[in-house]
């Protein structure tokens, strides 16, 4: 089997998952990355695709989006928009997204230019009334771990404050190991859950994918549950055949 053939659907229900007849299972997680535009949001619709699939309400949820346009009338961002469709639970876009800046730049900047100060306490609001209305929630960060938000207050500060498992998504380009590695220092330091990692092919036909692979396999304290080739048409459904969350807490288990 090659490593980009999607994986296979588990045969058994995973022993995580321990939900009574009848009770739907609830699993949350934070997805953030080695670097901006490196497959964030393609992974994180992917989950919420698989989450949809197994018949569990989905919701998607975009904390802080720099980089958004005026459309019929209403602000919106394409990373925003893609988790919306890739969920089955549709709120408010000030719920999903409290913090839509229309700057494509760091948040911090892009939201001192419109005068706003970005503070965790409306994100954690959204995120409680976003998982009282769900059986799963996907928070997807911005840029990488370290991003700004405020003068002091970070992405990292806002995974620490949601208190979710992590799953790293690792952009496979040069200079990835480094990265990958740093972050996940970062990433444990604060005492979060690293779920597993997903390497995400961003640049096609990057050289010794296959030997950068092997090397953070050796040295990240944590599954790695996909890998994502180069798509040429990028899709939620796509993506999600090259993934897999079957042995992680709160997953769904297989339906019959």
Not at 85 to 92: E, F, K, Q, Y
Not at 150 to 172: C, K
């Amino acid at each position: 089997m090659s490593l980009n053939d999607p994986l296979p659907v588990l045969e058994t229900e995973p022993q995580s998952v321990a939900a009574a007849p009848g009770v739907p299972s609830r699993f949350s997680c934070f997805v953030t990355g080695t670097d901006t535009e490196i497959g964030k949001t393609l992974v994180s619709s992917a989950i919420l695709h698989k989450l949809v699939h197994a018949g569990l309400r989905a919701c998607g949820m975009k904390p802080v989006a720099a980089g958004a346009e005026m459309r019929g009338g209403e602000l919106h961002n394409d990373d925003a928009d893609q988790l919306i469709a890739a969920g089955n639970v549709h709120l408010p876009r000030n719920i999903t997204t409290p913090y839509m800046l229309r700057e494509p730049a760091a948040p911090h900047i892009a939201a001192a230019l419109e005068g706003i100060s970005i503070d965790p306490v409306p994100i954690i609001a959204a995120y409680a009334e976003i998982a009282a209305a769900s059986d799963a929630v996907v928070v997807e960060g911005v840029g990488g771990f370290r991003v700004p938000l405020a003068d002091n207050f970070d992405t990292a500060d806002l995974a620490e404050q949601l208190n979710l498992p992590v799953i790293l998504v690792v952009g496979l380009r040069l200079g990835c190991i480094n990265h990958s590695l740093l972050t996940v220092e970062a990433i444990l330091a604060r005492g979060l859950v690293l779920a597993g990692w997903i390497a995400n092919e961003a640049e096609p036909g990057m050289r010794f994918a296959d030997e950068n692979i092997d090397t953070l396999v050796l040295r990240i304290p944590a599954p790695l549950l996909g890998r994502v080739p180069h798509l040429e048409s990028a899709s939620a459904a796509a993506a999600a055949g090259f993934i897999d969350l079957a042995e992680l807490p709160g997953w769904p288990p297989a339906r019959n």
